[in-house]
């Protein structure tokens, strides 16, 4: 039997306040573990804030892009 690849989850954290879309991921990370998330924020410390999180958490950043005001980040989850 092959595995399933599963589809990205899209996250969108726009307008959230840290420390909120942190938060957000993180719930996804204990519940969909082994996951890509494609996540977008616009929250000032977003972008320390997802480094220092992936940094603890064992996942990783897969792509990171800006665009204005708005970070876009596909992040692959830890088992």
Do not use: Y
Not at 4 to 14: F, G, M, S, V, W
Not at 34 to 58: C, M, P, R, Y
Request: charged share 30%; with cysteine; proline share 5%.
């Amino acid at each position: 039997m092959t595995a399933q690849k599963k589809e990205p989850i899209e996250l969108d954290c726009l307008g959230m306040k840290c420390p909120r879309p942190i938060i957000e991921i993180a719930k996804l990370a204990r519940k969909e573990p082994g996951s890509i998330l494609h996540v977008k924020a616009n929250d000032l410390a977003f972008e320390s804030d997802v480094n220092a999180w992936v940094d603890n958490s064992g996942a990783s950043i897969v792509n990171l892009e800006k665009e204005g005001d708005v970070i876009f980040v596909q992040i692959q989850l830890a088992e």
